[in-house]
């Protein structure tokens, strides 16, 4: 077994248990696209080589922070049974020179010790942004672009029939190195955007599934109150109706609590009119 740096052994998740396609809402598409692109060829590889086209490396998901991207990568990684290995692109940026190169080829190494795997690469900006050709960067430029090469060059270096996927995710796509993005490093750009109406309801109604609700509280009425909203704000309405219900000692969610907690994360309203509204309905 070759030796493989601390910090890197620590960014593994042997089993991620608690994700699944069923806790995502309002991304039919993006599911039904990960698993052509990482979910088929882990369980299905005599597929490709039936066809004798060669199966997908990588896949990069891309959108507004909130919208379910290292959910659906834990999810991909849950119906594969892979070991998920998820690591911020932030991490691989090191202070000494060579660091975050060297964590980039262990990573890589640990992920075939570990096959079937699925690499998450969270934050994948810190170190893929387009390569800037300027003489005065300083020293950390020349070492996140050293990184990067290192990264380009383990992504050349894998066979995609190794039962190694990487996923990268990124809230910015449009400064990203042409080099990272082009076929047979990343084969699949997968876009997630703020949900819709629908969207929304649909995950209103997955994260209220277990909660203790009274009759009567009309989900596609708060999410039509939440335009623009991100999956993680639409979930975190959820968690804070329950937070109002438990200040006031009740086993029930009502509307109500639904509306105030639109209202405080949208942050349309301030909770002192909130309970000023409430005494005087």
Same mark, same amino acid.
Request: hydrophobic residues 40%; aromatic residues 4%.
């Given at each position: 077994?070759?030796?493989?740096? @601390?910090?890197?052994?620590?960014?593994?998740?042997?089993?991620? =248990?608690?994700?699944?396609?069923?806790?995502?809402?309002?991304?039919?598409?993006?599911?039904? #696209?990960?698993?052509?692109?990482? #979910?088929? =060829?882990?369980?299905? @590889?005599?597929?490709?080589?039936?066809?004798?086209?060669?199966? @997908?490396?990588?896949? +990069?998901?891309?959108? =507004?922070?909130?919208?379910?991207?290292?959910?659906?990568? /834990?999810?991909?990684?849950?119906?594969?049974?892979?070991?998920?290995? /998820?690591?911020?692109?932030?991490?691989?940026?090191?202070?000494?020179?060579?660091?975050?190169?060297?964590?980039? $080829?262990?990573?890589?190494?640990?992920?075939?010790?570990?096959?079937?795997?699925?690499?998450?690469?969270?934050?994948?900006?810190?170190?893929?942004?387009?390569? %800037?050709?300027?003489?005065?960067?300083?020293?950390?430029?020349?070492?996140?672009?050293?990184?990067?090469?290192?990264?380009?060059?383990?992504?050349?270096?894998? #066979?995609?029939?190794?039962?190694?996927?990487?996923?990268? &995710?990124?809230?910015?796509?449009?400064?990203?190195?042409?080099?990272? +993005?082009? @076929?047979?490093?990343?084969?699949?750009?997968?876009?997630? =955007?703020?949900?819709?109406?629908?969207?929304?309801?649909? %995950?209103?109604?997955?994260?209220?599934?277990?909660?203790?609700?009274? $009759?009567? %509280?009309?989900?596609?009425?708060?999410?039509?109150?939440?335009?623009?909203?991100?999956? &993680?704000?639409?979930?975190?309405?959820?968690?804070?109706?329950?937070?109002? &219900? +438990?200040?006031?000692? /009740?086993?029930?969610?009502?509307?109500?609590?639904? #509306?105030?907690?639109?209202?405080?994360?949208?942050?349309?309203?301030?909770?002192?009119?909130?309970?000023?509204?409430?005494?005087?309905?």
């Amino acid at each position: 077994m070759v030796w493989v740096d @601390p910090l890197v052994s620590l960014m593994m998740v042997e089993k991620v =248990p608690d994700s699944t396609y069923e806790m995502i809402g309002g991304l039919d598409k993006q599911i039904k #696209e990960i698993k052509e692109v990482i #979910e088929l =060829p882990v369980k299905h @590889p005599e597929l490709f080589e039936a066809l004798g086209i060669a199966q @997908p490396k990588g896949v +990069l998901l891309y959108g =507004p922070p909130g919208t379910g991207k290292t959910l659906l990568a /834990r999810a991909v990684a849950h119906h594969t049974e892979c070991t998920f290995i /998820r690591v911020s692109g932030s991490e691989l940026v090191q202070k000494f020179i060579g660091e975050g190169a060297r964590m980039v $080829r262990e990573l890589f190494v640990m992920a075939r010790e570990h096959a079937p795997s699925i690499i998450f690469m969270d934050e994948i900006d810190s170190i893929g942004s387009s390569r %800037i050709e300027s003489g005065s960067s300083g020293g950390g430029d020349s070492e996140v672009q050293r990184t990067m090469l290192e990264l380009l060059n383990q992504l050349d270096g894998f #066979e995609a029939t190794k039962n190694i996927k990487v996923i990268m &995710a990124t809230n910015r796509i449009d400064i990203l190195d042409q080099a990272l +993005l082009r @076929p047979g490093r990343i084969d699949r750009k997968i876009e997630f =955007p703020a949900p819709d109406e629908k969207a929304r309801a649909d %995950i209103l109604r997955i994260h209220s599934r277990k909660m203790n609700l009274t $009759r009567g %509280i009309m989900l596609e009425k708060i999410a039509q109150n939440m335009t623009g909203a991100s999956g &993680a704000e639409v979930k975190a309405v959820c968690t804070e109706a329950g937070m109002y &219900a +438990l200040r006031e000692r /009740r086993i029930h969610v009502t509307h109500e609590d639904f #509306e105030m907690a639109v209202a405080k994360v949208m942050q349309k309203d301030s909770e002192k009119n909130i309970s000023l509204k409430k005494l005087w309905k």
